[in-house]
């Protein structure tokens, strides 16, 4: 592909161009981006208006058109807003448009690049010390599709004396300041070369960022996210990539980032939901979360489940059809081998169990009825269907081979201390009567892994699912190689539109579906546990037990991971203490660490008081370089017990004085979050919300947990020395409270502050 040079069709504003000038092209891209969306429009209508006629190849063939435009419309339709958001003028006098998707003319002549082709590249890399072929970079700030401004960064010294002079980092310190709204934006127009490296890193193996608070860890990890889609679309968008990050709260900040960047169809979870119909629950006892998170659980799992397989003391009668059989331990133990040896999963296993044990006893049956017919041969057929559902051999059947759900299973095992005791020998008597509970209790956050490794050994229950399986697949291959060959009839006049990698078979198939009533890709991997992403992107990846990481990893077999996070701030009481400790039983040593050291977030005298806190708790930090200095340095209040909640209103109300109209967050110990919400309902009313899809009011109040990865224009921090407590005692959650920040900190104490305050 060549640079676009500034021609007769398309005049690109000369180098000494001003605001109006940028307006212009402005105006040419979305003008182009119109024009678009109505050819798509119209081809969509058109096609649609087709009907569903004639051969098979036909229906494909305009199914895949239509998943081309429609994909190509969604696309169009998330760009709008900022669309292009910077120039480079080159070594040569040519120049680059750099924006959210790639647009060219009719006649396929360049107007601007995607930002995350590799040419965009060095619009994120260039310095002044190492320019890369770049003179000027150039930054237009838009609001929606009006061009507000222009900043230049000057990098060839040769220009500087030709120009203005160089305005350095004006478009991240305007995005910095901003005022929070509750959800996160992207970074496009201004991602750091730090944060490009990482944004560009290689798509195969495990990639860690680790990076102190607000280093860009979630930004950089969704735009990656971005950026291998687009570099590696064939091989993701059937497969999928999958985001998880800590809690429902969180995954409503982040969502709609990719949207904004133009890529949909990602599937987002928190932990609590990745094992499709349970949502889990808090666990409450952080001790009981720690023995559910080891790796031993695995062996735990596995013998619960073999538990459940007996055999019998002595010769057994069963009744079939009033004859009676007697079923020997023997007959048990070799029908068990049998099914051991098909090496299938417990409930698939179970049912060639059956199969040997109902013939065994329907030959046994055989030989009882011809001895008793003295030798008369009749037609015993049957035999095997009276066996299979005679009452007596239901029972024996179940008896030594339990059909077993995930749920049942944990369940029991957490509710009869017998099972536990023989499935959990490793663990001490306290360990097992802190996981005891009693049945029907909710499952719990740190179950959800287990429930998965439940499935993963018991399989499927239903002894059809097997064939229902293979129909399927049959079904979906015969539907795949009609898409292939309408995709490759269609692809010719795709690129004739100038569309390029937009559609592979696989979507055509996902479209009919859709269209049918069934489901996406992306759906589909939402309810189905077993499916395999291609790509998996783990936030707040330090909190991980090892057994969400188990879990995890048989989501991805070919182990393409990007995880970031911070050791310093866990907080979960199976936070890793390192990247390769918690890594090294899954990867061994095959991993990347990649370090981001700049804090975006939290103005310098925040960040101060809070890296002093860590520190002075023997935390080991790494200090962060600050891009803001701050205007206000942190506020700490000292109130009786009686006032802490009353004190935290008082506040957030100083707080809003400061801040002007934006985003106040409470962080508040668990124990006072209802009473300080209703405080504070009483002041301010609905503009208080808490949890999930409250992010958006003025006001939130959330337990340091639920502050995880988010940020405020102002945090009102109260009791930090209980917050310490609660987590444990480690420093991870109020180290995380105080640097949510964007603006202003207020910290709410009664009795000692934790150390490190003092120097406030
Ligand atoms: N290059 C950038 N340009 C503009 N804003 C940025 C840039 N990098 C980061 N930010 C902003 O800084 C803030 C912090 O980013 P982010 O939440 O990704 O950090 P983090 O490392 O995940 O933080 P934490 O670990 O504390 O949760 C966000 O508002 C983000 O948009």
């Known amino acids: 592909m060549r640079d676009q040079p500034a021609d007769a069709d398309v005049p690109v504003p000369a180098l000494d161009a001003g605001v109006d000038q940028e307006r212009d092209y402005v105006a040419l891209l979305y003008h182009r981006l119109d024009e678009l969306r109505a050819e798509k429009e119209t ?40 669309l292009v958001f910077g120039r480079l003028d080159l070594d040569g006098g040519t120049c680059r448009y750099i924006g959210r998707i790639g647009l060219t ?35 237009l700030m838009l609001r929606r599709r009006e061009v507000q401004g222009v900043e230049d960064e000057v990098l060839d010294p040769d220009l500087l004396e030709e120009t203005a002079e160089n305005h350095g980092d004006g478009a991240l310190l305007a995005a910095l300041n901003a005022r929070r709204t509750g959800q996160m934006g992207d970074i496009v127009a201004t991602i750091q070369a730090e944060q490009d490296r990482v944004i560009r890193s290689d798509l195969s193996g495990v990639l860690v960022v680790q990076g102190g608070p607000g280093t860009g860890k979630t930004a950089v990890a969704l735009h990656r996210a971005a950026y291998l889609l687009y570099s590696h679309r064939e091989r993701l968008k059937s497969a999928g990539v999958l985001i998880v990050g800590p809690n429902s709260t969180f995954m409503s900040y982040i969502d709609r980032v990719l949207p904004s960047l133009g890529e949909t169809g990602v599937v987002m979870s928190s932990l609590a939901e990745l094992y499709p119909g349970v949502r889990g629950v808090e666990e409450q006892d952080p001790r009981v979360a720690e023995i559910k998170g080891r790796l031993a659980m695995v062996d735990v799992i596995g013998d619960a489940v073999a538990q459940r397989q007996r055999t019998i003391a002595g010769p057994q009668e069963v009744e079939v059809d009033g004859v009676k059989v007697t079923v020997t331990p023997a007959m048990i133990n070799r029908a068990r081998e049998r099914a051991r040896a098909t090496g299938k999963p417990y409930n698939e296993a179970r049912a060639t169990f059956v199969k040997v044990v109902v013939k065994d006893i329907a030959e046994k049956l055989e030989r009882i009825l011809a001895k008793r017919s003295q030798g008369n041969d009749a037609d015993r057929s049957y035999l095997v269907e009276d066996v299979r559902t005679a009452r007596d051999v239901r029972v024996l059947l179940n ?31 306290e ?18 892994p287990l429930l998965d490794e439940a499935a993963e050994l018991l399989g499927d229950l239903d002894e059809s699912a097997g064939r229902e399986e293979a129909r399927q697949k049959a079904a979906r291959e015969s539907q795949l190689e009609n898409a292939r060959r309408a ?31 069934r489901l996406s890709a992306a759906e589909r991997a939402v309810v189905d546990r077993t499916w395999t992403y291609g790509h998996v992107v783990v936030d707040e990846a330090q909190e991980l037990s090892p057994m969400q990481w188990h879990v995890l990893m048989r989501r991805c077999p070919l182990k393409s991971f990007t995880v970031v996070g911070d050791i310093a701030q866990g907080s979960s009481p199976s936070a890793s203490l390192s990247w390769e400790a918690a890594m090294e039983p899954f990867v061994g040593e095959r991993l990347r660490i990649e370090e981001l050291t700049v804090n975006y977030r939290t103005p310098r005298r925040i960040v101060a008081l809070a890296e002093a806190v860590a520190r002075a708790d023997g935390l080991e930090i790494t200090s962060l370089r600050t891009v803001r200095e701050g205007d206000h340095s942190p506020t700490v209040d000292r109130v009786s017990v009686d006032e802490v909640v009353p004190g935290t209103v008082e506040a957030v109300a100083a707080e809003f004085e400061k801040v002007g109209d934006g985003l106040v967050a409470a962080i508040v110990p668990e124990r006072l979050h209802s009473a300080a919400r209703r405080a504070l309902r009483e002041r301010f009313g ?24 988010l940020e405020f224009d102002a945090v009102v921090v109260a009791e ?4 310490r407590a609660e987590a444990a005692g480690r420093i991870g959650s109020l180290y995380v409270a105080l640097t949510r920040p964007t603006q202003s900190l207020h910290v709410v104490s009664s009795g000692d502050l934790p150390a490190g305050f003092e120097a406030q």
């Open 105 to 139: 003319t009719a006649q396929r002549q360049r107007l601007m690049l995607d930002w995350r082709a590799p040419e965009s590249g060095v619009f994120y890399q260039a310095t002044a010390f190492d320019r890369q072929g770049v003179r000027r970079r150039r930054h």
């Open 487 to 517: 995709v490759e009839n269609a692809t010719p006049q795709m690129e004739e539109m100038g569309i390029e990698g937009f559609l592979n078979a696989e979507d055509v198939v996902a479209l009919n579906e859709e269209t049918t009533g």
């Open 431 to 448: 360990e097992r009567e802190l996981l005891s509970r009693k049945p029907g209790a909710p499952f719990t956050l740190a179950d959800i």
């Open 43 to 82: 081809q969509l209508s058109q096609v649609r208006g087709t009907g569903a006629q004639g051969t098979m190849q036909n229906v494909s063939e305009r199914d895949a058109f239509a998943t081309m435009y429609q994909d190509r419309l969604a696309q169009l339709n998330a760009v709008d807003d900022r």
């Open 720 to 723: 930090p020395a209980e917050l």
């Open 686 to 709: 609905d503009r208080v919300g808490d949890g999930a899809g409250s992010l958006s009011q003025d006001i939130v109040v959330l337990t340091a947990d639920e502050a995880k990865g």
């Open 399 to 429: 008896l030594c081979w339990m059909p077993r759900t995930p749920r049942n299973l944990l369940e029991d095992l957490w509710s009869r201390p017998g099972y536990l005791k023989t499935a959990a020998p490793q663990l001490t008597a």
